[in-house]
């Protein structure tokens, strides 16, 4: 117990001296604005710096670059990192430039970034949203205000939102599944690229404490593609690539069908990208 003592002591001790300070993260961001464009991504390394990664330019990074999502679509990534920490978003790439800024060190890694054709979340005007009964039955969802509302279940609607999966924000489509019924999102006319990219995950982490029905989506892409994956509350945000190669630069339907078998305090998101 005295050794576990004098060792908690020398970590109090050490770790504020070796902690940034406020004059190198000042240091860094000036870095950073020096060489930016307009679509870099901003990263902080360890994760747990992004608050203060965003006090200092937090004005570089639009909500929509908050809560992408994934990286891919970034040909640059700035790194700010602190004690030798790496972000997963710069991991693959080449090194342009590195930098220290006290005891911060500023990367910037370029790499081939991902063409998006189609972004689902932004174009949520596109689909149209409709409840089919477990019978068979379809009912209609309209617009109305900033989401797609169902009638008859105040919850069953569909809206473009900032979500919290994972102790993580994601820009998604919030999309809450209901009893004995499938949510149904479909865009009737989607040109395709190589590959259909979806993510997913349950907003909430009170929700997500709340209840543990797992939430399941079918993706269907015209009559060649058919898939479906499940979503847990242990799940985080999840990303999935379905190839769709064959049908690129042709126009095709594309629908997302949700289900639970437990649907109550299920807070589903989703988000998909077309991708050249």
């Known amino acids: 117990m005295s050794l576990l003592a004098v060792v ?28 930016f464009r307009a679509g870099d991504l901003i990263v902080a390394a360890p994760t747990w710096a992004d608050p203060i990664l965003r006090v200092h330019l937090g004005d570089l990074i639009p909500a929509e670059v908050a809560g992408r999502l994934d990286d891919e ?133 009170w929700m997500r404490k709340e209840a543990s029905g797992s939430v399941d989506m079918r993706v269907v892409v015209g009559t060649e593609v058919d898939v479906s994956f499940t979503t847990r509350n242990e799940d985080a945000w999840t990303v999935r690539r379905i190839d769709t190669s064959a049908r690129a630069g042709k126009l095709a339907v594309v629908r997302f069908e949700i289900t639970s078998p437990e649907p109550y305090a299920r807070h589903f998101a989703f988000a998909a990208e077309v991708r050249e």
Not at 13 to 20: D, E, F, G, S, V
Not at 88 to 95: H, I, L
């Open 8 to 35: 908690e002591t020398a970590v109090a001790l050490i770790a504020p001296a070796r902690a940034p300070s406020d004059a190198d993260w000042q240091h860094a961001a000036a870095e950073v604005r020096a060489g």
């Open 73 to 205: 679509r970034f040909g640059r990534v700035w790194e700010v990192s602190q004690r030798g920490a790496r972000a997963e978003e710069a991991s693959r790439g080449r090194v342009i430039s590195e930098r220290k800024a006290g005891r911060l060190t500023v990367r910037l890694i370029e790499r081939p970034a991902a063409v998006v054709g189609y972004d689902f979340v932004a174009q949520w005007l596109d689909a149209r949203v409709s409840r089919r009964a477990a019978g068979g039955a379809d009912v209609d969802c309209e617009r109305a205000g900033d989401r797609i509302q169902c009638p008859g279940v105040g919850y069953n609607f569909v809206r473009p939102q900032m979500v919290e999966v994972d102790q993580r924000l994601r820009r998604a489509l919030l999309a809450q599944p209901v009893p004995q019924a499938t949510v149904v999102v479909e865009y009737p006319v989607v040109s395709l690229g190589r590959t259909l990219v979806v993510a997913s995950g349950l907003h909430n982490t």
